[in-house]
């Protein structure tokens, strides 16, 4: 790393400063930057970018890009330096220090570490140096002090003693300010507040005379401020010292009760004019039901409702900003337990902001939790009319989440912003109708209504309430909408992944359970176990036993006398069985394929090209496998295109040693080889190819042989050549024969795992008699 900062002059730098999500149109300059405009004024881009950026993503951007315009180089075309940031200069040059991160008490530790031996004696070098040009003023030089003396809380707290004595009554406004001040830089290190802003704050006090500087009018607190600006032109910024003072302040003016909620509450009626950021008061994240470091510390250490009134002052001041109280919501039903105040917030979210998902989630959410939480002794109407109340809101949120999905798609030539589908609708009804189902199945003939056995509208007389009759359509609706979200799930996470964050392991989890809840009170065993070709796939991952997968093969046999599109889950299900037990390997699975008339769906395809792949005996394909690949890849644009556009496709098969289907190693089997455990969770990940390290899992595959050309990588056979897509784009860097292991994802082909094959000149030039193999990555 440091040799690369060293020869930084040598290359074409560039920083990125804006939205990490345009990850295509950062390629296109990165490219551009390195081709210079010209075909022979060529040069490596070192490109620095802080740990924000979704590193896969941009990688594969640029090999995108770099494959559109056919370039061809002989040295690396960008070096991306990922930059993790650290703020804090000696001497004050920044003045912030770990921005937007957390102090925990093993900070000082850590910081100890961080001079190396020639910068701690440029720094005893400094330091004698201010010495003798500020003398005594250099005891004010908080930052530099706090290094020099190893971070010390002593000299924190000899700094910050000036409120240990501070009176209880009569807060001055300076005092006031510097209050403001602390909590700000003690939450959100970095933050700053405008000098004009501070100046007319503190003439509020009619005593203040004359023009006196910011400075004076500070006084005693001055030395605790800092004052800087880093243009001309621009005003200047004041902020603490120091975020490690400012904590210590916070917590001292807390002892002389200037609290937090007070803090809070009186900087947003003081300072904050128009709309603000929310790091101070609410996490930015949308899809994470958590709070701001100020209001979980005013819940611990203070009150729960006053963390409460403190985000209604913020609610109230802010009337257009939707995640006040969104966060007040939230903060209602989880904290307080108060679902009344909790809704009438979520509404108000809702109609500063009616087209946002993650906003409409939250209505659910109070219902939900709600229903959740009711007396054992409530009466069922009550249990009814909230879950009807909390799977009408997400449903909502699904229509909205498909809006925004849709809308980014087509925005996504100009933006290139990755949005995944929000899914969290689809969740929250199956927690719904779980909790529902909980509730009202200790009676035998709720549990008859709830499983479709009988109707509502029949039941009502054993019911002995016909008042509930106005809840028969929502009720007799549920189970064909609860398959529906069961077999979306199936689809959704047998086939991807999140690329921008894991996916919530709770949600596969608990769908799961819930799903194995609802089946065993179906009557239909076939409609039970598997529905789908997702659902067959992901019997491995949902830890089916043996003789669930032999009872799927069976029923799925059955279904194919009287439906031939049942073929396709039948040859699925014998597959996954083969990774469960080896079976006799079986033929004529091909020609039964051929006769399936159309249209047909995706996995029809991907099982036609799985079927038709040559084993490790077959010399050449039996059908053309470009037409087949293409086939694949274009049921899947019309399928599943839109909704997977943003994720990551996970591999289903793999091609193995043997014949037939027992050729075909699922996914999970390797996952079990490589975790040595068959009960940890399905979360390894593919992208990283560490799992092809495994001499076990390398014993389970066979190597396919390939080339790289421009960009691309193909698979040969005897002078067939068929293109596959690259795991792993960064393994393209150079043309050449490869090696690498195959493994198939709804959308297609893919090799994993890509490897170069050196030539004789090559391993000649390594001392090597012979032809070797070298990972590239």
Wanted: with cysteine; glycine share 4%.
């Amino acid at each position: 790393m440091q040799v690369l900062w060293d020869m930084r002059k040598t290359f074409r730098r560039a920083v990125l400063t804006g939205s990490t999500l345009e990850t295509t149109k950062i390629a296109k300059e990165v490219v551009h930057l390195f081709t210079g405009g010209s075909e022979h004024d060529h040069n490596t881009v070192l490109l620095l970018l802080n740990n924000e950026f979704i590193l896969d993503n941009l990688q594969d951007c640029i090999m995108a890009e770099i494959t559109e315009q056919e370039v061809v180089a002989d040295t690396p075309i960008v070096i991306l330096f990922n930059c993790v940031r650290n703020d804090y200069v000696v001497l004050q040059k920044e003045r912030s220090y770990k921005e937007k991160v957390e102090f925990k008490d093993k900070q000082d530790v850590i910081l100890k570490t961080t001079l190396s031996d020639s910068e701690k004696e440029q720094f005893e070098a400094k330091k004698e140096d201010l010495s003798r040009r500020y003398g005594d003023k250099t005891k004010q030089f908080h930052g530099f002090n706090i290094l020099q003396t190893d971070f010390s809380r002593d000299y924190i707290q000899e700094v910050c003693a000036i409120f240990e004595k501070t009176e209880r009554r009569n807060k001055p406004l300076k005092m006031q300010l510097v209050a403001f001040l602390s909590l700000l830089n003690a939450y959100v290190p970095g933050s700053y507040l405008l000098e004009s802003d501070c100046l007319q704050f503190l003439r509020r006090d009619k005593s203040v005379r004359g023009d006196l500087s910011l400075a004076d009018l500070m006084q005693p607190f001055s030395h605790l401020i800092l004052s800087y600006k880093h243009e001309k032109r621009r005003e200047k910024k004041i902020q603490m010292a120091h975020p490690m003072i400012a904590k210590c302040c916070t917590k001292l003016l807390t002892k002389a009760e200037v609290t937090r909620r007070d803090k809070a509450r009186n900087f947003l009626i003081s300072f904050c004019k128009g709309d603000v950021s929310t790091y101070l008061l609410q996490k930015e994240d949308e899809d994470v039901e958590k709070y701001s470091r100020l209001i979980l510390d005013i819940t611990k250490k203070e009150d729960k409702k006053e963390s409460a009134s403190v985000l209604k002052v913020a609610s109230n001041k802010f009337v257009t900003n939707p995640c006040f109280p969104q966060a007040l919501a939230r903060f209602c039903y989880r904290e307080l337990k108060d679902y009344k105040e909790a809704e009438m917030w979520a509404k108000t979210a809702k109609e500063r902001d009616p087209k946002k998902s993650f906003i409409a989630d939250t209505l659910g959410q109070v219902h939900k939790n709600h229903l959740k939480n009711k007396e054992s002794s409530t009466d069922t109407k009550a249990l009814l009319l909230l879950a009807q109340k909390a799977i009408e809101a997400f449903e909502e949120e699904e229509r909205l989440a498909e809006e925004e999905h849709k809308k980014s798609l087509i925005e996504e030539e100009k933006s290139k912003v990755l949005r995944e589908l929000n899914t969290r609708g689809h969740f929250g009804f199956l927690q719904v109708c779980s909790i529902l189902f909980d509730r009202l199945s200790e009676d035998k003939t709720w549990r008859r209504v709830l499983t479709n056995n009988i109707t509502m509208g029949s039941a009502l007389k054993l019911l002995g309430d016909n008042k509930l009759f106005r809840f028969s359509n929502f009720v007799d609706s549920l189970r064909e909408k609860v398959e529906k979200k069961f077999e979306f799930f199936d689809t959704f996470l047998a086939y991807s992944v999140s690329i921008t964050r894991k996916d919530k392991a709770y949600v596969s989890w608990e769908a799961a359970q819930n799903k194995d809840k609802f089946e065993k009170n179906t009557q239909s065993l076939k409609q039970k176990l598997a529905v789908t070709s997702a659902g067959v796939l992901s019997c491995l991952d949902r830890r089916c036993t043996l003789s669930d997968v032999q009872h799927v093969v069976k029923c799925w046999e059955e279904m194919c006398q009287s439906k031939d599109s049942a073929f396709v889950n039948f040859i699925l299900a014998k597959i996954v069985l083969s990774n469960k037990i080896n079976t006799p390997p079986s033929s004529g699975h091909q020609h039964t394929l051929r006769q399936m008339k159309p249209p047909c769906p995706v996995e029809y395809h991907m099982l036609n090209l799985l079927l038709f792949w040559p084993t490790e005996d077959e010399d050449k394909p039996k059908s053309d496998l470009n037409i087949l690949t293409e086939r694949v890849r274009h049921a899947y644009e019309g399928e599943y295109g839109t909704v997977f556009r943003s994720r990551y496709l996970r591999p289903l098969f793999f091609i193995g040693p043997g014949k037939s289907l027992t050729s075909f190693v699922h996914r999970r089997t390797l996952e079990i080889v490589f975790t040595k455990d068959a009960l940890i969770e399905s979360n390894t990940n593919w992208r990283s190819e560490n799992i092809f390290k495994d001499p076990i899992v390398q014993e389970r595959l066979i190597k396919i042989e390939g080339v790289v050309r421009h960009y691309r990588v193909y698979a040969t056979f005897r002078g067939t050549e068929v293109e596959v897509e690259a795991n792993r784009k960064d393994s393209l860097w150079k043309s050449g024969d490869v090696t690498f292991y195959l493994g198939i994802t709804i959308k297609g082909p893919v090799a994993f795992s890509i490897q170069r094959r050196l030539t004789i000149a090559e391993g000649k030039k390594n001392n090597c008699s012979f032809k070797i193999t070298t990972q590239t990555n």
